[in-house]
């Protein structure tokens, strides 16, 4: 049997989103800046693959927990983008940093 080593290993989870090719520059930033600084806060590993043509496909990959920030910080980036800065009241709280 195996021995259950490697904590953060454990459960790990892969997720993929649809970005419209217009958008996918505002996910990576410039030089790659905002992918780097999403991927630190969130702990999980993201890749943008730019070939598959509209829409582009994002994949994330890491345990559950840092999958779903990812997933959450990069829909983030995109609202903010698309919706105008709008949706940026009650902003507070959503850090999940609570415990």
Request: hydrophobic share 30%; charged share 25%.
């Amino acid at each position: 049997a195996v021995a259950g080593g490697g904590g953060g290993r454990r459960g790990d989870a892969e997720d993929t989103m649809d970005v419209p090719q217009s958008m996918v520059g505002r996910v990576i930033g410039k030089g790659g800046e905002t992918i780097q600084r999403l991927q630190k806060e969130s702990g999980a590993r993201i890749d943008v693959n730019t070939s598959t043509g509209d829409p582009c496909v994002v994949r994330f990959m890491g345990s559950r927990d840092a999958v779903s920030r990812a997933r959450f910080l990069v829909a983030e980036v995109l609202e903010r983008w698309s919706g105008g800065g709008g949706g940026a009241g009650g902003g507070g709280g959503m850090c999940g940093g609570g415990r």
